[in-house]
């Protein structure tokens, strides 16, 4: 069974520049996260998705961050324009449908952003 | 507002030894707690989560204690390997939503 992927591994960016980051969940998961780490700090929450919709996008730092999930497959995450501080590594995760809330997540080995 | 810390930062002991990695939160109003491990240019992989109502999960050599009237969890390695060198990370799900908070990690370093 394959993982959650993410795409690309790296990417470095100049000021100002447009990045788009992709994420695929593992086939059947109807929850997908975006998480981030940026330099020094601890992991902190972007947005999550239930299908298609967004369930909680409470963690978008601003409106340059923009997420999409269309057709509750594969996610998106676009930074318009990059600034040097959205530079960390950025983290998509799924799982399964929420039974009880205690459903394990699976990680991808993330896209490190590096805005220059 | 939930912070998570975890103690030590940094960790490096001798293959074969016991060791535990300790996590505290500061609200006990937690769904559940999840222990993770990073390996360099790695995602993260989930080990032990433990539910709000339970006090320990065992996973082979691991084990995660929980104790939420002191906001304290602890995971417990035995007989430690150079295999088990990673970045371990404890996140706690919050009650009302599916947001994980996080702590920075800890970095373990097995010497063989």
């Known amino acids: 069974e394959a993982g959650v992927t993410q795409f690309p591994s790296h990417s470095v960016i100049e000021k100002g520049q447009t990045v788009t980051l992709r994420c695929d969940p593992i086939?059947?998961?109807?929850?997908l996260y975006w998480y981030r780490r940026v330099m020094g700090k601890e992991i902190k929450f972007l947005l999550h998705?239930?299908?298609?919709?967004?369930?909680?996008e409470s963690g978008m730092p601003n409106n340059r961050f923009l997420a999409e999930r269309t057709g509750g497959t594969y996610s998106t995450l676009k930074v318009q324009p990059a600034e040097l501080e959205d530079s960390g590594v950025y983290f998509c995760?799924?799982?399964?449908?929420?039974?009880?809330?205690?459903?394990?997540?699976?990680f991808g080995s993330g896209t490190q952003l590096s805005v220059l | 507002k939930q912070e998570v810390t975890q103690i030590p930062a940094a960790l490096s002991v001798p293959e074969g030894e016991n060791l535990v990695l300790n996590c505290s939160f500061t609200?006990?109003?937690?769904?559940?707690l999840q222990w993770f491990r990073q390996d360099p240019g790695k995602g993260l992989t989930s080990l032990l989560l433990?539910?709000?109502s339970q006090r320990e999960q065992t996973s082979g050599r691991l084990n995660a204690s929980l104790d939420k009237s002191s906001g304290r969890s602890t995971l417990y390695i035995a007989a430690s390997q150079p295999g088990d060198s990673a970045t371990y990370l404890c996140?706690?799900?919050?009650?009302?939503?599916?947001?994980?908070?996080w702590g920075a990690g800890t970095k373990l370093i097995i010497k063989p």
């Open positions: 995760a799924s799982s399964q449908s929420p039974g009880q809330g205690n459903e394990k997540l699976f």
């Open positions: 086939s059947g998961h109807d929850n």
């Open positions: 998705f239930v299908k298609e919709s967004k369930q909680d």
């Open positions: 609200d006990s109003a937690i769904y559940n």
């Open positions: 433990i539910q709000s």
């Open positions: 996140a706690v799900r919050r009650d009302s939503n599916y947001q994980l908070i």
